[in-house]
């Protein structure tokens, strides 16, 4: 059984108490920009910040459309808060294998909204939605080891701390380290985890 065999059309927007979480346009582009160019955003992202032709690029590749069936698709959603105009993160959600049904869950926020919880209330849509309506088998976030934010995200899903990968990269600073965190389907389902 594939995720392209048994998923379900997802359903968009999605709502959480204070999040819409929907499809981006190529409108978003200052609110993508305002986040994606700055050096802090990109800290652990191994890759430098993103221009705004690379913004506006990527923007153009979102909308062109929103197959989810290969591995290597991503689903890209634009988190906003409910009821007021702009973008204030975005959450990704990658195929790793359709096979296997393994996804990959990002997510890249604006600082200037950091510290309210709507990465984890966004991301915990997010993953519902990828075992809900995506036939998700195993859930998994990869991240720097030393992006703690990031990692109390995973936490406060329930993601258990699977791997800790000693030196696997090599940035500007030096080696660092990966930890991986990931959840099965019947782990959050048992967790009773909702929106
Ligand atoms: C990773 C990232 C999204 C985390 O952002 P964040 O603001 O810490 O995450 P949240 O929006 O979930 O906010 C959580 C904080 O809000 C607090 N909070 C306040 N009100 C809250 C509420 N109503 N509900 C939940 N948490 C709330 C939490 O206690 C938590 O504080 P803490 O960090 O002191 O534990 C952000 O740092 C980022 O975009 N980094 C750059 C991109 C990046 O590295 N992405 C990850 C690649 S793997």
Same mark, same amino acid.
């Given at each position: 059984?594939?995720?392209?065999? &048994?998923?379900?059309?997802?359903?968009?927007?999605?709502?959480?108490?204070?999040?819409?979480?929907?499809?981006?346009?190529?409108?978003?582009?200052?609110?993508?920009?305002?986040?994606?160019?700055?050096?802090?955003?990109?800290?652990?992202?191994?890759?430098?910040?993103?221009?705004?032709?690379?913004?506006?690029?990527?923007?153009?590749?979102?909308?062109?459309?929103?197959?989810?069936?290969?591995?290597?698709?991503?689903?890209?959603?634009?988190?906003?808060?409910?009821?007021?105009?702009?973008?204030?993160?975005?959450?990704?959600?990658?195929?790793?294998?359709?096979?296997?049904? &393994?996804?990959?869950?990002?997510?890249?926020?604006?600082?200037?909204?950091?510290?309210?919880?709507? @990465?984890?209330?966004? @991301?915990?849509?997010?993953?519902?939605?990828?075992?809900?309506?995506?036939?998700?088998?195993?859930?998994?976030?990869?991240?720097?080891?030393?992006?703690?934010?990031?990692?109390?995200?995973?936490?406060?899903?329930?993601?258990?701390?699977? @791997?800790?990968?000693?030196?696997?990269?090599?940035?500007?600073?030096?080696?660092?380290?990966?930890?991986?965190? @990931?959840?099965?389907?019947?782990?959050?389902?048992?967790?009773?985890?909702?929106?």
């Amino acid at each position: 059984m594939t995720a392209r065999s &048994q998923h379900r059309p997802v359903p968009m927007p999605v709502t959480t108490e204070r999040l819409v979480l929907r499809l981006f346009t190529p409108d978003d582009l200052d609110d993508v920009y305002a986040y994606q160019s700055l050096d802090e955003v990109a800290r652990y992202l191994l890759r430098p910040p993103l221009t705004r032709d690379e913004c506006a690029r990527s923007l153009a590749q979102r909308a062109a459309g929103t197959e989810w069936t290969e591995d290597g698709d991503a689903l890209v959603l634009a988190v906003c808060r409910a009821g007021t105009p702009g973008v204030v993160g975005e959450l990704v959600l990658k195929l790793a294998s359709a096979r296997g049904r &393994q996804a990959e869950i990002g997510w890249i926020f604006n600082p200037s909204y950091a510290g309210h919880g709507y @990465a984890t209330e966004a @991301a915990r849509a997010t993953a519902s939605l990828a075992f809900t309506h995506l036939n998700v088998h195993r859930l998994f976030a990869r991240l720097d080891a030393r992006n703690t934010a990031s990692a109390r995200i995973c936490e406060r899903l329930g993601m258990r701390h699977e @791997a800790h990968l000693i030196e696997n990269d090599l940035d500007d600073e030096g080696w660092s380290d990966e930890y991986v965190y @990931a959840t099965l389907a019947r782990e959050w389902k048992e967790r009773g985890s909702t929106t």
